[in-house]
C-alpha cells in the first residue's frame, strides 16, 4: 500500500481565505486592483512595520521593481549571495546587469559580511546589495547594513523565505531601502502565487505600483513614456493573502516547533546538526534543514533517497548560484583559499527536511524514526 504522502512545505488554508475571495466575486472586484488589494497592502505593511507596500505578482516580480527602481542598468554590477534560490538573481539578468556571487558565513549560512567587504574592495562601485534570510534565518543585518552604508549602496532584502523572523526586535524585509516578500505555494503564507514590495519611500512604492500597471502616464488615451510591466496581484488572490495573514503567527508557531522536534530527535546523533538559527533573531524556521558531519557515513543522498522511499518529500539544500551552468562565468568571492567554499560545503552536507505544518506528531515520527535508522 503506498504510504501517505508527506510534503516538503505545502499550502494550508483555514476557510477565511475564502470569505475574502467570496467578497471580491460577490463584488466583481475579479480584476488586478479592488479593496483586497489595497487593504492586504495596508495588512501586510503594518504586521512587519512598513510604512508602504505594493502587492504584485511574485516574490521575482518585487524583487525585478526594487532593482528597476534602485537605478540598476545594463552592466551594473550587483552582490548577491551564492546559496540561494535562482530568483534572488533571476532579475538581475533581466536588466542585463552582473550578479556577483558572495559566499556564505557558517553562523547562518547566509551572505558572509567579510566577503562582501572583500567584494566591494575588487567590485567599488556596485549599484545594489541582495541579501538573503534563507529558510527563514536573518542575515548578519547589522554587518550587512553597515557595509552598504559606508559604500554608499543600496540593500534590497530577499525575505521571500523569512516572513515574520525578527531581527533584533525589527521584521526582516524593513531593513534595507526595498524589502521584498512572497506567497508562492511552499511559502510561509501563501495566496498561490503572489509577492510585495516594502519600502519606507513612499514614492518609490507608487513608482512600483505605476511600473507594474503597464507604466500608464495620466492621460485620457493610453499614453506611455516609459516601458511598464504586468505585475499588479488581483484582487482575488489578494483575498488568499489577507485571510492567511491572520494565520501567519500561527504557522510561525508550528514551523517553530517542527524546528525543535527535530533538534530534540537528533540531538543524540553527533553527526546531525540543525541549520542555524541567528542568535539576535527570532526566525520562521520556514524549513528545517540538517547537514551530516564531514566524513560521516550516512550521505546526503542516503538521507533523500530513504525519505523519497516512504514518499516523503523533502530536498537537497539549495545549489549555490556560482556552481549553475546558466551563472557560468559569474565571479564568485570567498574567503576560502583552495578546498570548498562554505556554500558548497553546506549543499554537499545539507537536507531541507519535511516542514509542512499539517505533519501529525505520527508522520513526525515516521520521518525521524527513518533518519534515525540510518545511524544504527
Ligand atoms: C521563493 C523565493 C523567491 C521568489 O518568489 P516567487 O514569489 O516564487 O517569485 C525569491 N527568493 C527566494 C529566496 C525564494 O525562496
Not at 58 to 65: P, V
Not at 200 to 214: P, V, Y
Request: glycine letters at 8%.
Amino acid at each position: 500500500m503506498e504510504r501517505k504522502r508527506i510534503y516538503l512545505s505545502s499550502p494550508t488554508m483555514h476557510g477565511k481565505e475564502q470569505e475574502f475571495v467570496k467578497e471580491a466575486f460577490d463584488t466583481n472586484w475579479v480584476a488586478p486592483l479592488g479593496p483586497n488589494v489595497n487593504e492586504f497592502e495596508k495588512e501586510l505593511a503594518g504586521y512587519v512595520g512598513a510604512s508602504h507596500a505594493a502587492a504584485l505578482a511574485s516574490g521575482t516580480a518585487a524583487i525585478h521593481l526594487a532593482l528597476k527602481l534602485a537605478g540598476v542598468k545594463e552592466g551594473d554590477i550587483v552582490f548577491v549571495p551564492t546559496l540561494t534560490f535562482s530568483a534572488t538573481c533571476n532579475p538581475v539578468v533581466y536588466e542585463k546587469a552582473i550578479p556577483v556571487f558572495i559566499d556564505s558565513e557558517t553562523d547562518t549560512w547566509n551572505m558572509s559580511p567579510e566577503a562582501l567587504e572583500r567584494a566591494f574592495e575588487k567590485y567599488p562601485h556596485p549599484k545594489a546589495v541582495i541579501a538573503v534570510h534563507l529558510y527563514g534565518t536573518p542575515a548578519k543585518l547589522d554587518e550587512i547594513m553597515d557595509i552598504c552604508k559606508r559604500h554608499d549602496t543600496v540593500l534590497i532584502e530577499d525575505a521571500a523565505e523569512s516572513l515574520s523572523s525578527v531581527y533584533k526586535g525589527k521584521q526582516t524585509g524593513t531593513f534595507g531601502k526595498f524589502g521584498i516578500y512572497s506567497f508562492n505555494g511552499n511559502k510561509i503564507i501563501t495566496t498561490s502565487g503572489g509577492g510585495m514590495l516594502v519600502s519606507e519611500d513612499g514614492d518609490m512604492i507608487q513608482k512600483a505600483r505605476f511600473l507594474s500597471t503597464q507604466a500608464r502616464d495620466p492621460a485620457r488615451h493610453y499614453q506611455h513614456s516609459q516601458i511598464g510591466y504586468n505585475y499588479r496581484m488581483s484582487n482575488v488572490i489578494a483575498g488568499i493573502g489577507r485571510g492567511q495573514l491572520l494565520s501567519l503567527e500561527e504557522h510561525k508557531r508550528k514551523k517553530k516547533e517542527i524546528y525543535q522536534r527535530y533538534q530534540t530527535a537528533f540531538s543524540d546523533i553527533e553527526e546531525i546538526t540543525m541549520n542555524p538559527l541567528h542568535p539576535d533573531g527570532d526566525a520562521n524556521c520556514w524549513l528545517s534543514c540538517m547537514t551530516m558531519a564531514e566524513g560521516c557515513k550516512v550521505k546526503k543522498d542516503m538521507v533523500l533517497d530513504a525519505l523519497e522511499a516512504e514518499n516523503i518529500e523533502c530536498r537537497p539544500i539549495w545549489k549555490p548560484m556560482h556552481l549553475q551552468p546558466v551563472f557560468e562565468g559569474c565571479d564568485f568571492i570567498t574567503l576560502c583559499q583552495g578546498g570548498k567554499s562554505v556554500a558548497e560545503d553546506i549543499f554537499d552536507r545539507g537536507v531541507c527536511l519535511p516542514s509542512d505544518i499539517k505533519n501529525t506528531d505520527e508522520d513526525m515520527e515516521r520521518i525521524i524514526g527513518i533518519i534515525r535508522e540510518l545511524y544504527v
